[in-house]
C-alpha cells in the first residue's frame, strides 16, 4: 500500500518538475498520469493513512507590520497584484520574477514611479527559486500559468514565506496533498486568491447565509463559463499559449473555483461540512480544433495545434456534501455565451440567483423580490467589509473583488489574523480539476473528494471574518 503513495508521489513530482518547463513531451507524460485509473485507489489509501499534522483552520502567524512581497509571473494578472499591493500602506514590492526579462523590466519601472524599487529575477524557468530563497521577503504572490502554483508554492513554503496564489492552486491530487502537508509543517499560510467569492453580491448572499436567512441551504449552482475562445488562440496574449495547451491536454474542469469558491463558503466546506463525492459529465469539442485547423490554413504556426483533440466544449460536474447538499458546477470557455457564474443559492426558506444580471433574491410565492424588497435586503444584509471597503475598492478589477481580497489578505498579515480562506479550501477547491477529469475519462463514474482537513472540518470553526470582528485596520494609499 505504502509503495502505491511513494510511486504515485515520485511520478506527480517528475510531473511537476517536467510540466513546469512546458514541454510537449512533459505535457504527454503529464497527461497519462492524470488518467491513472487507481485515483480511487490512491484517494482510499491516503485517506486511511492521513492525519493532520497541525490544524492551519484559523491558525494565526505572528504578525507582519510591513509585508514585503515578491510576485512570480508577470503577464496580466502579475501587473495587476503589482498594482493591487502598491495602494495597500506599509507593504513593498520587493522582488519581481518572470521567465521574460522584458516583462520583469517593464513592470519594475512602473513600480518605481510609486517608490518600490524590486530586485529582478528572470531569464530562465528556475530563477523564481533563487527569490524564495531570499530571507527578507514575507509573502510570495503566485500568478504564473496554474498548474505550476503547487511547485512553486510547495518551495516558498518550505522557504519561510506565506503564499497567496491565483486560481487553481494545483493540476493534481498529489499537488493538493503535498500543499496541506506543507502548510501544516511549515505553519505558512497558503491562501488561494478566489476573488470571486468576493463580489459584493456573494459576500452579501454569505451574510444572509449566516444569519439564517435562506434557511437551510440545499443546492448551489455555479460556473465559470465565459467565451475566451478569441484570448486562448491569440498567439500574444498568454505566455506560450499554455491555456490553449490545457484545453487540448486535459479534461473536466479545469478552472472550477470562480463560483464554486463562494457557494462553499456559504455550505461551511471545510467548517462544518465537506465535498465528498463528484461525477462530472462533458460534451465533445465542436469548437476548438475546427478553430485550430481554420487557423493553421492561414498561419503555419497553428499547425501543431490542428492535430489535436480539445477539451469538450461543456463541462458539468455534481457535488455532493457530507451532509447532503448538492452543488452543480459547469465550465464553458468557448461556446459565445456571455459571461455567467450562476450563484444560485437555494434553501428551504429562501432563495438567490446572480446571473443572468441583475442579482435577485426570492422568499417564495413563485417571484423574485421586487427592486424596494432587494434594497431593503440589501441594506439589511450588507456585511461590514463592504460597508468598509466596497466603495474604495469598486473601481478595482472584477466587480471590485480585486482589491478587497487583496486588502483583505494584507490585513490579515498586518494583525496576525488567520486568512479568510486556508490551505484546505485552497486543495479541495483545485482537487476538482484532477477528479473531474478522472471522472470524464471513466465513463462518468463518481469518484469520492479526498477529506484534506483529516476530519477537522467537522469542529473547524467558519473563516472569512466579513464583518470584521477583527483587523479591518490595514489602511490605503489613495
Ligand atoms: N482570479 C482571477 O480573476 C484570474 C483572472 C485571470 C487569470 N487568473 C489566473 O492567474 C494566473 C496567470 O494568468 P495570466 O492570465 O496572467 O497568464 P499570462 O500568461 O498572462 O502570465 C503568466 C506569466 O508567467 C510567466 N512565466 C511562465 N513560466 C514562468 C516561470 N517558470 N517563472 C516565472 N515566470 C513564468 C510568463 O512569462 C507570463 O508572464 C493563472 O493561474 C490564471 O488562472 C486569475
Known amino acids: ?30 497527461s497519462s498520469m492524470i488518467k491513472n485509473p487507481d485515483l480511487p485507489g490512491q484517494i482510499r489509501e491516503y485517506s486511511q493513512s492521513h ?17 514585503r512581497v515578491g510576485i512570480i509571473g508577470l503577464g496580466q494578472r502579475g501587473p495587476a497584484w503589482a498594482r493591487l499591493m502598491r ?44 527569490m524564495c530563497e531570499r530571507n527578507d521577503l514575507d509573502l510570495i504572490i503566485l500568478t504564473t500559468p ?10 516558498a513554503m518550505e522557504h519561510d514565506k506565506h503564499v497567496a ?64 475562445m478569441r484570448n486562448n488562440f491569440s498567439r500574444n496574449m498568454y505566455w506560450d499559449m499554455w491555456w490553449l495547451r490545457q484545453y487540448a491536454d486535459r479534461r473536466g474542469n479545469i478552472y472550477p473555483t470562480h463560483g464554486l469558491g463562494s457557494v462553499c463558503q456559504i455550505m461551511d466546506i471545510n467548517s462544518g461540512d465537506r465535498l465528498d463525492y463528484l461525477v462530472s459529465m462533458e460534451s465533445d469539442d465542436f469548437m476548438m480544433q475546427e478553430k485550430a485547423q481554420e487557423l493553421a ?19 458539468v460536474t455534481t457535488i455532493r456534501t457530507k451532509k447532503g447538499k448538492t452543488i452543480m458546477l459547469q465550465h464553458d470557455a468557448t461556446s459565445p455565451s456571455p459571461h455567467n457564474v450562476i450563484h444560485g443559492i437555494y434553501g428551504t426558506k429562501g ?30 444584509y450588507t456585511p461590514g467589509i463592504i460597508k468598509r471597503m466596497g466603495e474604495l475598492a469598486k473601481d478595482s478589477g472584477h466587480g471590485g473583488s480585486d482589491l478587497l481580497i487583496a486588502w483583505r489578505l494584507v490585513d490579515c498579515l498586518q494583525n496576525g489574523l488567520p486568512p479568510d480562506k486556508d490551505v484546505y479550501d485552497a486543495a479541495s477547491l483545485s482537487s476538482i480539476v484532477p477528479l473531474s477529469e478522472w471522472s470524464v475519462l471513466n465513463r462518468s463514474n463518481s469518484i469520492d473528494i479526498p477529506d484534506f482537513t483529516a476530519g477537522a472540518w467537522e469542529t473547524n470553526k467558519q473563516n472569512m471574518d466579513i464583518n470584521l470582528e477583527k483587523g479591518g485596520s490595514a489602511g490605503l494609499i489613495l
Not at 51 to 67: D, G, L, T, Y
Not at 297 to 315: Q, T
Not at 352 to 380: C, M, V
Open 146 to 155: 496554474w498548474y505550476m502554483h503547487a511547485s512553486q508554492g510547495i518551495f
Open 351 to 380: 432563495a438567490a440567483l446572480y446571473d443572468p444580471q441583475p442579482p435577485r433574491i426570492s422568499t417564495g410565492n413563485h417571484k423574485w423580490a421586487s427592486q424596494e424588497e432587494f434594497n431593503s435586503l440589501e441594506e439589511k
Open 87 to 130: 495602494q495597500i500602506k506599509n507593504v513593498r514590492i520587493q522582488a519581481l520574477c518572470d521567465i521574460v526579462p522584458e516583462k520583469a523590466q517593464k513592470l519594475k519601472e512602473q513600480l518605481e514611479v510609486h517608490g518600490h524599487n524590486p530586485d529582478l529575477y528572470f531569464g530562465n524557468s528556475e530563477a523564481w527559486k533563487k
Open 165 to 228: 496564489s491565483e486560481v487553481p492552486a494545483a493540476a493534481t491530487l498529489d499537488e493538493c496533498w503535498q500543499l496541506v502537508e506543507t502548510s501544516e509543517r511549515t505553519r505558512k499560510h497558503f491562501m488561494m486568491m478566489d476573488n470571486s467569492s468576493y463580489r459584493s453580491f456573494q459576500l452579501l448572499t454569505l451574510n444572509m447565509a449566516r444569519k439564517g436567512f435562506f434557511g437551510r441551504v440545499v443546492h448551489g449552482d455555479c460556473a465559470y463559463n465565459t467565451s475566451k
Open 297 to 315: 490554413r492561414e498561419d503555419p504556426f497553428f499547425n501543431s495545434f490542428a492535430g489535436k483533440k480539445y477539451r469538450g466544449n461543456m463541462n
Open 51 to 67: 492525519r493532520q499534522r497541525f490544524n492551519m483552520s484559523r491558525f494565526a502567524a505572528p504578525k507582519i507590520e510591513n509585508v
Open 1 to 30: 500500500m505504502k509503495s502505491n503513495r511513494r510511486n504515485f508521489i515520485k511520478l506527480a513530482g517528475l510531473a511537476g518538475a517536467g510540466f513546469a518547463g512546458s514541454s510537449i513531451e512533459s505535457f504527454a507524460r503529464y
